[in-house]
């Protein structure tokens, strides 16, 4: 039996397997007919590892990083009050859940890995689309894993030296970090889905300590905080954008399953469960731990700690406190893992249609992941954390996120008339994409009007530079002969071949 790969005119390699059968009984060598020749043709394809419980451990496991048990007083800071930046919290989440409502309707007309790079695309072409993912995959998802992992790196030291262990510089722990995740995500999607999971569960689990820590205190009278309610509520709308803005970038990553529909089981009814439901979870798990919060700390305390988790640890758990450094540690590996393994499809996604070097979104022939656009992806994370201070990155093209998903929420309106007929396995009413487009435009609109900075007019002509890029090698299709050979020992070294999508078979 001989496997080979062979390159087909659309583009698509498909796995072809020659058997070779011998001759009937009876017949002469010279006589015979030839040998038969059967070709079977398998597709190549991601496998559906994802249930519900995977895929709302995607969500949550991505929602719910470092900033909860670190600093979570930037909306308290904003608003001023108590009250007002409970009720930012809540209304940031339901913020969220729309979009998961939006996106639920995207995903399962279009039913295709990639999240707002496909949906862009369909609605409004191919420059918003490379675009985003001109900027996804260069700035904001890498960057976002990088600091995630240096976060990780930061209290795995401490933690280390509380031990007695050496003390290792941060980045090469962070490096470890990014390509022993890389390593899980590369080897198999339904480890990486296992290990979200088990983070998920366990991050969550540390966070309901806190909670029912805050419940005893509350049981305890300790109400003086949270009694103030809305005293010293700012009266600045543009203040209270900038909290919402906090708020929003807490509640970031409630659109990672709709990178990854294609390997969700049965995406009709998965997808909108996982999108509500997970954000449903983190907003009582927010407000539950900010209250908890300020059971045992003033509003200027939590505002000057470092670590806020590990201070009411410190004053709650007493010899227990450790709990909660390893509950950090614990919940940011749980995010890098999830913010990896979603950012990798939309490489794969892009590289599939041809906006960026196809070999990018090959499949390995055994383990059916994408581990091109995994080694791709691991790659520029880890020149993430070569500069200082990636962190001011982040925040200059963290604007640029509200702009693609209002043009995500405004490619759900074109869509209703482009594709009237197709099939909507679940339809959102109409009203909450216009709201949404409304909202992102206040997002991006109002830290602009309240501090103006020359970095914003940076972080939008370096998305606009990806025009450079897109019309000599996608629109213009400039070929260099040297990718073929590339490519052609690509796939001998790394055992990866092409791949479609349930809807290119169509």
């Not at 079977?40 to 929602?63: C, D, F, P, W």
């Not at 409502?101 to 039913?111: D, I």
Request: proline letters at 5%; charged letters at 15%.
């Amino acid at each position: 039996m001989e496997g080979k790969a062979e390159n087909k005119a659309n583009g698509y390699n498909e796995m072809e397997t020659t058997v070779e059968k011998p001759s009937p009984a009876g017949h002469t060598m010279n006589g015979s007919k030839p040998p038969s020749i059967i070709i079977e043709t398998q597709n190549m394809e991601l496998k559906k590892n994802l249930g519900l419980t995977s895929a709302i451990s995607m969500i949550v496991g991505t929602i719910i990083g470092s900033g909860i048990f670190v600093s979570p007083k930037g909306v308290l800071e904003s608003t001023g009050s108590v009250g007002l930046s409970l009720l930012v919290w809540a209304g940031s989440g339901l913020i969220a859940m729309m979009g998961g409502l939006c996106y639920a309707e995207l995903g399962t007309l279009l039913p295709k890995s990639g999240g707002e790079y496909i949906y862009l695309k369909e609605g409004l072409g191919d420059i918003p689309a490379f675009l985003f993912a001109w900027t996804s995959i260069l700035v904001t998802r890498t960057s976002s894993l990088a600091i995630i992992t240096l976060t990780f790196a930061t209290y795995a030291g401490s933690f280390f030296e509380l031990c007695g262990g050496p003390q290792l510089p941060e980045k090469l722990i962070s490096a470890i970090t990014i390509i022993l995740i890389g390593i899980v995500n590369s080897w198999s999607t339904t480890l990486a889905a296992r290990v979200q999971v088990i983070f998920t569960f366990a991050k969550v689990a540390a966070l309901v300590v806190i909670i029912v820590g805050g419940f005893v205190k509350l049981a305890q009278g300790n109400t003086s905080v949270i009694s103030s309610g809305f005293e010293g509520t700012t009266d600045s709308p543009f203040i209270i954008a900038l909290a919402f803005y906090d708020a929003l970038w807490a509640y970031d990553g409630w659109n990672n399953l709709n990178s990854v529909t294609e390997e969700l089981q049965n995406p009709p009814k998965n997808l909108p469960r996982a999108n509500v439901g997970s954000v449903i979870l983190v907003i009582i798990v927010y407000l539950l731990t900010n209250i908890s919060y300020l059971t045992v700390m003033t509003v200027d305390e939590l505002l000057d700690s470092p670590a806020v988790a590990v201070t009411w640890g410190a004053r709650v758990l007493g010899a227990a406190k450790v709990i909660m450094p390893l509950s950090v540690l614990v919940s940011t590996f749980g995010g890098a893992n999830g913010s990896a393994y979603t950012s990798g499809r939309v490489v794969f996604a892009a590289a599939r249609d041809g906006f960026l070097p196809e070999y990018l979104s090959y499949i390995h022939v055994k383990k059916y992941t994408p581990l091109p656009s995994m080694i791709f992806t691991v790659f520029v994370s880890l020149l993430m954390i070569i500069p200082g201070d990636i962190s001011s990155l982040i925040d200059l093209f963290s604007f640029t996120a509200w702009c693609f998903y209002g043009m995500t929420f405004t490619s759900l309106l074109v869509l209703r008339y482009k594709m009237k007929e197709a099939h909507r396995p679940y339809t959102v009413p109409i009203f909450i994409p216009i709201l949404m487009v409304l909202i992102s435009i206040y997002l991006v609109v109002a830290p602009i009007i309240h501090e103006p900075k020359i970095e914003f007019l940076y972080a939008f002509v370096f998305v606009m530079s990806g025009l450079l890029f897109y019309f000599p090698l996608v629109y213009f299709n400039l070929h260099f002969k040297c990718i073929d050979t590339l490519t052609m020992y690509g796939q001998l070294f790394l055992e990866v071949v092409p791949t479609k999508s349930e809807e290119d078979k169509l």
